[in-house]
């Protein structure tokens, strides 16, 4: 006999072990030849298949070699392509495993399987790239899901899954598999009904929460326009922190191109703390007093007391309709930023002292003066005519004083807005919106939760000879304002009371530096008896940033007391600030389905309980042993469980569509 066409006993085993398989399913089948495959070197795929007549029930399917056919002559003839054509892969390989229903049984059996291949196989080290040898499995689609909400892009999830699985070749797919499920992913859960997928989903959580707020209005044709909402938390946070407000609308991070505008504020720990988010559908004036106005109602039309944003006209129109009371400033980033596009050299550096550089008024409007004279500004020059006449609102002499907190910026709101720019691009739809805003959301609150439990576990370190003041202030204020109180205690140290004088049942107080004849800073003081009622100081950082300076415990110390004044003390920066306003707060803001929230239950629990079970060989094969037997049992067989879901928006969606 040739040798080539030779066949060895260990092939006449192997075709008979074939032949004589049973398969309880199609899927099993396909289970069986694909795995035969991958020892081989080839790769498979699903080709004809019969059904039971008048019926939808399979009782004969094929499965081949992906190698089998050829590519059909019309793909060679065309000239209008545009990509590089695909490698070819199809060179008339006939091999093929049949397998057909036993009516009687119930089981499948082979009826067909040829084994010659007309190609090159594989080699074994290679077989993980085939198409049919790789994807992902359903617990490595739960993970790649939560790794993208957690903020990796494709390409670092991919990092993380070959590290956990220990090689590339083990991982079991591809990045371009990565890539391909994410696109179906998205494609399948919204396909074409963004806003009413969002929208259930915050019915839903309105549901299990009443306090969850959501607001939204749609257009005459019923499409969604501007929508709203703030969570338990941010409502509660907001009454707590809610005196200077941030919002922002230069954010575009969807595919409809709408103005994504987060409130934003401080909390105690001087930290981002978010009070709420919006998307509007343009940035009118209507649409900005739309947003405002349900801001507001969410927040039981409690006013902030200062507000600081972009220089959007349309939105400091709307402000002035909803909210006429409240300090208005302008973003210094934006402005700053204007600046460098506009000026250059010394004209630049010397704008940027009005801006920033502590100065008198009447100092400011004397400068300004030298500046558009020095500079040949005329009145033609639209952007500095601009700015002249809004100048209350950015420059540093005019909102010396003023309740905003230190802050300058509405960068405060970069923590929560960064995220979204830098793992998402402007394709990205509202349900990804939502998510990656309830990630940044639950970030910025476990990073409170922390700041909380290090506050109320312990007090800020303090020298035996420190000010009894800085003693006091350590176990009143948080960590972070202490060390700003702190400051203003150490400086007392170089000033002194120089004056004393009653005026109309006020007392003044002139403080100066110590040795030094300069001008004085006043503290005036009011009381009842000799309980101290108020203090405000000329240097206005009580008004501004709600802390004493070193003025007023300079007089406090000139009269005596050892506490720092109640009056002097703003709750909002102290480790009791939410005492009165219980927390809701939930650092994982997502909403899973029921078996993904029991997926992850067994894996947190399974991961402790496998470390353990790799120290002993013994304990390893157990349960690898146990491990086999749940994956052999099948899936849904107790049908107690609904459709296999992977992201934490699916439970509500296909809920509500039911």
Known sequence: MDAEKHVSLEEIEEYNSVVNQMFVSEKDGYKFYNSYAAKKGFSVRKEKVRYKAGTKKMKWRRFCCSSKGHRLLKFFERTDQQREPQALT?????????????????????KGFVDGHCHVLCKPEDVFV???????????????????????????????????HGSYEETGFLLRDLYNFFARYKKE???????????????????????????????????????????????????????????????????????FVPFIGLNHHHSTVVFG????????????????????????????????????????????????????????????????????????????????????????????????????????????????????????????????????????????????????????????????????????????????????????????????????????????MFKKVREQIRGLCQWEVKEVTPENGLVKYGVGSKGVRKDLVYVICIFDGSLMKNASCYCRLMEGEAIPCAHIFVVTRFLGFD????????????????????????????????????????????????????????????VMRFLDEVLEEGEGDDGSMEATSFGPLLAHFSGANQ
């Open 90 to 110: 199809r060179c008339g390989c006939n091999a093929k495993l049949d397998i057909e229903l036993n009516e009687e049984s119930g089981l499948w059996f082979v």
């Open 130 to 164: 085939m198409r049919s040898h790789r994807g992902l499995n359903d617990a490595q689609k739960a993970e790649t899901i939560e790794l993208g909400i957690g903020g990796l892009r494709k390409c670092q999830i991919m990092d993380v899954m070959e590290k956990n």
């Open 189 to 259: 859960r919204v396909e074409g009904r963004d806003a009413e997928f969002v929208l259930k989903y915050m019915g839903g959580k309105q549901e299990e929460d009443p306090e969850y707020f959501f607001k939204y209005s749609v257009d005459d044709e019923g499409h969604l326009k501007n929508v709203f909402w703030a969570d338990t938390q941010s409502r509660i946070d907001y009454h707590a922190f809610g005196d200077v407000v941030v919002f922002d609308s230069t954010y575009r991070v969807n595919r409809y191109n709408l103005p």
């Open 277 to 480: 988010c919006g998307i509007i559908s343009d940035e009118s004036v209507s649409s900005y007093v739309w947003l405002l106005e349900a801001f507001l109602e969410a927040m039981r039309q409690h006013h902030p007391l200062s507000v600081i944003t972009d220089g959007d006209i349309a939105m400091a129109r709307a402000i002035e309709i909803v909210m006429p009371k409240a300090d208005h400033r302008l973003c210094s980033w934006h402005i700053e930023q204007n600046m460098i596009h506009r000026l250059r050299g010394e004209k630049l550096s010397e704008f940027r002292k009005f801006v920033y550089h502590p100065m008198t008024v009447d100092n400011f409007e004397k400068r300004w003066m030298e500046y558009k004279e020095n500079y040949g500004i005329s009145e033609e020059d639209i952007w500095m005519v601009m700015m002249y006449d809004l100048r209350k609102k950015w420059s540093a002499a005019y909102t010396k004083g003023r309740h905003f907190l230190s802050m300058q910026s509405n960068q405060r709101s970069e923590s929560l807005n960064s995220r979204l720019h830098k793992h998402l691009d402007r394709k990205m739809s509202l349900v990804d919106l939502v998510e990656h805003y309830e990630f940044s959301l639950s970030r910025i609150r476990r990073n409170e939760a922390e700041l909380d439990a290090k506050a109320s576990l312990s007090v800020p370190f303090t020298r035996i000879s420190a000010d009894i003041f800085e003693k006091k202030a350590a176990r009143i204020y948080t960590p972070k």
């Open 563 to 622: 506490n720092i004044p109640t009056c002097c003390v703003v709750e909002r920066w102290t480790i009791q600030a939410k005492i009165a306003f219980p927390s809701d707060r939930v650092t994982n803001t997502h909403v899973q389905s029921e078996q993904m929230a029991c997926f992850c239950g067994l894996r947190n629990k399974a991961n402790l309980a496998l470390f353990k079970a790799s120290k002993s060989a013994e304990q390893s094969e157990r």
